[in-house]
Structure formats: C-alpha cells, structure tokens
C-alpha cells in the first residue's frame, strides 16, 4: 500500500507492507529523504488530525486507505540549533 509521508514538509511516497511495524515506514521515509542523523525515537508520526501512531504498531492495525497523508517531524525540544 502506498502512504505519503511528509517529513519535515517534504512529501515521499512509500510502499508500506501492511503486516510490518509503522517504524519501517518511517525509517524509510526518513532514508528517502536524508533524514538519517537522528534516531527513530527522536521523531513522532501523526495524522492529518494530530494523532500520535505508535511505530510499534503493524500498518494493518491503523487501517489506512492507500495515499494516506502522515506527517513525521522532530518531536517538541529535539531540533538542532
């Protein structure tokens, strides 16, 4: 399944399997686009609403629909100077 994720207002589009954790979404995500300085923990996912996703969670548990827009950024304090 497809899933835009948009880091840091950089949009990339992954191909998600739907039984693996969301944190291999992310990671991919971040890789693509050379995002890779900072751990994973360092970083937080939402949905367009603002809901937090636990990258724990395999993508299947979230039921979303292909094209589905998350949005991943530095969690509140982690930015650089």
């Given at each position: 399944m497809s899933l835009v994720i948009v880091v840091n207002s950089e949009p990339v589009t992954i191909e998600a399997n739907l039984n693996a954790?969301?944190?291999v979404v992310a990671l991919h995500a971040l890789?693509?686009?050379g995002n890779v300085g900072?751990?994973?923990t360092d970083w937080r996912m939402k949905t367009e609403a603002g809901d937090v996703l636990d990258f724990d969670q395999k993508?299947?548990?979230f039921s979303?629909?292909?094209g589905t827009e998350l949005f991943l950024s530095l969690k509140a304090g982690e930015g650089g100077c």
């Open positions: 954790p969301l944190q890789q693509e686009t900072r751990d994973l993508v299947e548990h979303f629909m292909a």
